[in-house]
Nanobody, 124 residues
Framework: QVQLAESGGGLVEAGGSLRLSCAAS????????MGWFRQAPGKEREFVAG????????YYEDSVKGRFTIARDAAKNTVYLQMNILKPEDTAVYYC?????????????????WGQGTQVTVSS
């Protein structure tokens, strides 16, 4: 049973930083693609960043490039999202997702497993 558990959300002022963690368990993720998505109230879930577990290749949504960094720690089976220079528009519930194919995807429907989400609130 694959389980993804996010942590690290919270309330931060604009310009601040947060680091989200996604602890993955249940199987080997060496052939998986991992993604972070977010969903703000009244909006659709959107792709933020993705990483291929096998080689660390990354991909970012344009609005977070240069501010967010996704990384994985194979020894801990954990994926991180370092978020810097946070803006009020980054406020959302952030979800970790896993895809059984290593090809990176920006489409939520192509991910097989999801965490419960963690709230990130950025005040202006």
């Amino acid at each position: 049973q694959v389980q993804l558990a996010e942590s690290g959300g919270g309330l931060v002022e604009a310009g601040g930083s947060l680091r989200l963690s996604c602890a993955a368990s249940g199987r080997s993720f060496s052939s998986y693609g991992m993604g972070w998505f977010r969903q703000a109230p009244g909006k659709e879930r959107e792709f933020v960043a993705g990483i291929r577990w096998s080689d660390g290749k990354t991909y970012y949504e344009d609005s977070v490039k240069g501010r967010f960094t996704i990384a994985r720690d194979a020894a801990k089976n954990t994926v991180y999202l370092q978020m810097n220079i946070l803006k009020p528009e980054d406020t959302a519930v952030y979800y970790c997702a896993a895809r059984q194919l290593s090809l990176l995807s920006v489409l939520a429907r192509e991910y097989d497993y999801w965490g419960q989400g963690t709230q990130v609130t950025v005040s202006s």
